[in-house]
């Protein structure tokens, strides 16, 4: 399911990039040669988990997905790549719709039989739409994963997704720490340049964990040493404050969790009891909802991801979709990409 199209990238294009320098020390009057780096996200996948429209569903969202192209297309689940160089590429959550999304990664040349197109793969929390590509992976051999304690522990132990993947191919695991920022690395062992910060934001763990600890949901905020350019990816979050906002105005690109319309679409539907809040996802309408923040943030690109099939932005002649463009934010979808 979903589409295999490239929308090309949004972002700078000739207003000149950032001073980017390959140098560690960041002294932009280095001798070395100068080298324009730029950073690549591709949002692979802009549903949440379930995809769009979800195979059980038949929300008039999902109705208008399968029946009226002109209205609403399929959507993969929730994910993204990011690249400083175009050749070396991170996953941000590995998804059930893996498989395909690699896809979309700009081919490169082969030189042998077998090639993995990632580096690694970070995740921001155990839930299964996250978590399920790490073990459809298996045939790459060798995997790096960057995650906190607290979700590495419920793929150890709750969803063994790690022993599973494990008895396929090697899995080196970075243990992030909360608010510190941790170095990317390539699959060669070089160092990549990028490095993420991982920071804990409101959340419920996923209903099959055994830990509540601090960090089983996170963001992440993926940095460009080099060139200082920031992306943040949160796509699960159940609250928004002065510290989250403060962190997102710093971003040049910033993916935001936009699952639900409102905290009652699931029970007003009536496919289910509980509220969007309740389930670790601020709505993006109502008087304490995401859009009136997130809009008044000074950042260049603001986009919603992780919607929800019943989510009525989801629609392009909606109501709710005007509401968000009208307030300068985006419905991200498969296949956008920028360039910061
Ligand atoms: C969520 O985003 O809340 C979880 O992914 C829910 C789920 O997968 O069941
Ligand atoms: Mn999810
Ligand atoms: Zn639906």
New binding site residues.
Partial sequence: MGTTRFHGFHGRSTEGFRDGLADSSGDPRTTRPYIVRIVHVLLLGSA???GFPQWNCWCPTCRAARDMPGRAHPRTQSSIAVSADGTHWFLCNASPDVREQLGRIPPRPVPGTRHVPIDGIILTDA????TLGVALLREGRALHLYATGAVVDTLERDSRILPVTRAFASVDVTTLQLGEPAALVNRDGSPNGLQVEAFAVAG?P??FASNQMDGHTVGLVIVDAASGARCAFV??CGALDEALLDRLAQCDLVLLDG?FWSDEELIQLGIGDRGARA???LPISGDDGSLERYARLPVRHKVYT?INNTNPVLLADSAERRVVEAAGLAVGDDGDAWQL
């Avoid at 839930?127 to 996250?130: M, R, S």
């Fill in positions: 949440a988990g379930g839930e299964l739409d996250h419920d996923p209903r796509p699960g699952t389930m670790g996802h992780h």
